[in-house]
């Protein structure tokens, strides 16, 4: 790998939405606080309205030469059409704090905000890296075994195969370099184990991915083998994808409500719960979302990361944290040098 490619060390530049997000700016300026509270190697630009931000701030004691309030006095709102929202609300933080990523001020950015406005923005302010067909929004999901990459969730519900390779190439170099997985097993989302079934769409992709050297890939993984942690990357469009994730949170949610209330119906119940707390909570901690972060826009020249909308401090921190791991492992270019450039060469 060239130098340029290296792993890089020094100072990670985050911008954070800090009105985005139905427990902004609360949340988000506390998530901040934690991440510089503990890491010296992260600066942080508190992007919004000044004052709101700078009330939640004093409560905290914190470095401050790691955090730094960016005026930004319009906030996109979440019901608010995104394109056109993007276009003429350039003084909201979403395209500030976008624009900051596109001229290098910095290195990525985190929003809890409209998604619509994150992902318009994302391809129309930061732009795609030369080569890249399509930004996939690529959430980790907690399974039986640890947690899978979905790409795409969100980001392209008319994919064509072509993009569905990069989205697996993608995905493949984030997992085994951000996460940590040596060669991940890479899926397509199917009705059915054999290469013959699926729609237009799968079976035109199915051949594209079992021919690329590039990935490890195990075929197609039905959605009940997902949460079993039957592939580490599981690649899809994002119509697929956005119903596999919204089905996800639904039912993880309703569970977990259920069992509190099965173990507070009784009073024998209510003892076994008392007793069992302690590990079901150390279990449970695995499937939760805020754990991971956010769900990173992959392809771009710059780093954005789209957090839940409901983002509590943790994800926020965490989402930071996650920026500072694909800054160091030099993601984008890793992007450029294997997919981008290969893919140009091809063509030529």
Same mark, same amino acid.
């Given at each position: 790998m060239e130098a340029d490619t290296k792993k890089q060390d020094g100072l990670t530049k985050v911008a954070v939405d800090a009105m985005g997000g139905d427990n902004a700016p609360a949340a988000v300026v506390k998530g901040a606080v934690e991440a510089v509270s503990s890491r010296s190697d992260i600066k942080v630009f508190l992007v919004g309205q000044t004052d709101a931000i700078q009330k939640e701030l004093d409560r905290y004691q914190y470095p401050g030469a790691q955090i730094e309030i960016v005026e930004a006095p319009e906030v996109i709102e979440m019901a608010e059409p995104p394109v056109q929202a993007v276009r003429k609300k350039k003084q909201s933080s979403i395209v500030i704090g976008m624009n900051m990523v596109k001229q290098k001020e910095a290195d990525a950015f985190v929003s809890a905000g409209s998604s619509g406005a994150v992902l318009v923005g994302g391809q129309t302010i930061v732009g795609r890296i030369k080569g890249i067909k399509r930004a996939p929004l690529a959430p980790m999901i907690p399974t039986e075994t640890g947690v899978s990459l979905l790409i795409d969730c969100g980001a392209n519900v008319d994919a064509r195969a072509e993009h569905l390779l990069q989205f697996a190439q993608m995905g493949s170099i984030y997992m085994e370099n951000v996460v940590g997985i040596k060669n991940p097993r890479v899926a397509i989302v199917n009705i059915g184990a054999e290469e013959e079934k699926g729609n237009a769409l799968v079976k035109e992709t199915f051949p594209l991915l079992s021919a690329c050297k590039e990935i490890n890939f195990v075929g197609s993984i039905e959605a009940r083998e997902i949460p079993r942690g039957g592939a580490d990357v599981i690649v899809c469009e994002a119509f697929v994808g956005n119903v596999i994730l919204k089905l996800y949170e639904g039912l993880s949610s309703t569970l977990v409500g259920v069992i509190k209330q099965a173990m507070l119906s009784t009073l024998k119940s209510k003892i076994g719960a008392f007793l069992a707390l302690p590990a079901l909570k150390s &279990?449970?901690?695995?499937?939760?979302?805020?754990?991971?972060?956010?769900?990173?826009? =992959?392809? =771009?020249?710059? =780093? #954005? #990361?789209?957090?839940?909308?409901?983002?509590? %401090? /943790?994800?926020?921190?965490?989402? @930071?944290?996650?920026? #500072?791991?694909? &800054? /160091?492992?030099? @993601?984008? %270019?890793?992007? /450029?040098?294997?997919?981008?450039?290969?893919? /140009?060469?091809?063509e030529e």
């Open positions: &279990r449970l901690k695995t499937f939760d979302a805020s754990e991971y972060g956010g769900a990173p826009l =992959l392809g =771009l020249n710059g =780093l #954005v #990361v789209k957090s839940h909308g409901s983002s509590s %401090e /943790k994800e926020i921190t965490n989402s @930071i944290y996650q920026c #500072v791991t694909f &800054r /160091k492992e030099n @993601i984008g %270019e890793i992007f /450029k040098e294997k997919i981008a450039d290969s893919g /140009k060469s091809k």
